[in-house]
Each structure stands twice: as structure tokens, then as C-alpha cells.
């Protein structure tokens, strides 16, 4: 049995930091709401996965959510550009002797635990699973190695995110595969009326 773990990439909540271009249409009050919505959406899919958790905050801070104390481990970012701080996180766990580990964030409402179980097992058979963003990012990328070379020269937060990795794994032959694609929520439109319920 491999050794399994998800990061997950987190803001603690705090008025004015949380989904930044969202609150330009719906203030500050109301996108903190929503991104509670989230990372409580995130933690129920997330808290009976069969492996470990790491919960990486953006900053350094006292402040930390109040999920399950023995499920999910508290670190800190690694300061740098995205795709610095998620190599150097993929790096940390994998130095802890995990073998398969999976990276989400915290903004996307329609990831399940269905999802999440199928990009773990899906790491037994390949070396890379991605799923990508309806906007051309993606939502989750697994690995079973660190592979430099995903995390450079990628134009983070563009339509271009997709394709540039997927263009690295198969310039290096990467065995990869990818799962269902889903929204990630950013702007007003992106919102369910679930969530647009809880607007004031």
C-alpha cells in the first residue's frame, strides 16, 4: 500500500484577503463569506479521505482553522510565486516518505471525495493525474515524483496553466492522466445559486 497524503492550499479566513476578485463585485463582507462556504466545503470532503492531510496556510500566523486535530497537520507556505510554493510543499511531503500526494486548493465547490479517492487510486497506475479547470487551470495535480519542471515558467492564474503542464509531462514522457473538469470559483459568474443564497 502506497503511502497517500493531499495538501491542501489555504488562506486562514480574514476580511479583505479572502477571494480578492470576487469581493470587487460583492465587497469584502460577502467574499468572506463565500470562501467559509469553501474551505467548509473542502473540509467535509476531505476529513475521511484514507490519508493524511496537510493543510498548507499562506502566511505565517497563530490563527489556524479549527478542523479535526488528528486528521489534518498545520505548515506554512514556502514564500515564492504559486508554482514555487507548490513544489516546495510537494517537496516537503514527499520527504516525509509519502509516495502518492495530491494538491488542491480551497475555491472549488463542485470537487467531491468521489473525485479525490479516484486521483489517489488513479496514482497507482500513472505517474501524474490532473484535473483540469473549466478556465484552463486545473483544480488537483497528483503526483507520484517531484517534477521540477511543472512548476517553472507557467503563466499561474491564465488559461495557459493546463496546457503548459501537460505539454511538460509529455515532452519528458510523463505517464498522466486526467479526470473530470470542474469550475473553480474566482468571479461572480463562477458562483451556484447555492452560494449566490448566501450573498446579503
Known amino acids: 500500500m502506497q503511502k497517500q497524503a493531499i495538501i491542501i492550499f489555504l488562506k486562514f479566513p480574514e476580511l479583505g484577503r479572502s477571494k480578492t476578485r470576487l469581493a470587487a463585485t460583492i465587497g469584502n463582507e460577502n467574499a468572506l463569506k463565500i470562501y467559509r462556504e469553501l474551505l467548509e466545503h473542502t473540509h467535509q470532503i476531505t476529513k475521511d479521505l484514507d490519508c493524511d492531510r496537510f493543510l498548507f496556510y499562506d502566511k505565517e500566523s497563530s490563527d489556524k482553522m479549527d478542523w479535526e486535530a488528528d486528521k489534518y497537520t498545520h505548515l506554512v507556505q514556502v514564500e515564492s510565486d504559486l508554482g514555487g510554493r507548490m513544489k ?4 516537503d511531503v514527499f520527504n516525509k516518505g509519502y509516495q ?3 494538491i488542491i486548493g480551497s475555491d472549488c465547490y463542485e470537487l467531491s471525495e468521489t473525485t479525490l479517492n479516484e486521483a489517489l487510486e488513479l496514482l497507482n497506475q500513472y505517474d501524474a493525474v490532473i484535473g483540469p479547470a473549466k478556465d484552463g487551470g486545473y483544480y488537483l495535480l497528483g503526483l507520484n515524483q517531484l517534477i521540477d519542471s511543472l512548476f ?3 503563466a499561474w492564474s491564465t488559461d495557459q496553466v493546463f496546457p503548459a503542464t501537460t505539454k511538460v509531462l ?3 514522457n510523463i505517464n498522466y492522466t486526467t479526470i473530470i473538469p470542474l469550475s473553480d470559483i474566482d468571479v461572480y459568474e463562477d458562483l451556484p445559486e447555492r452560494l449566490r443564497e448566501l450573498l446579503d
Not at 88 to 91: C, G, K, L, Q
Open 100 to 102: 502518492n500526494v495530491i
Open 88 to 91: 516546495n510543499a510537494f517537496a
Open 170 to 172: 509529455k515532452e519528458k
Open 152 to 154: 517553472h515558467d507557467v
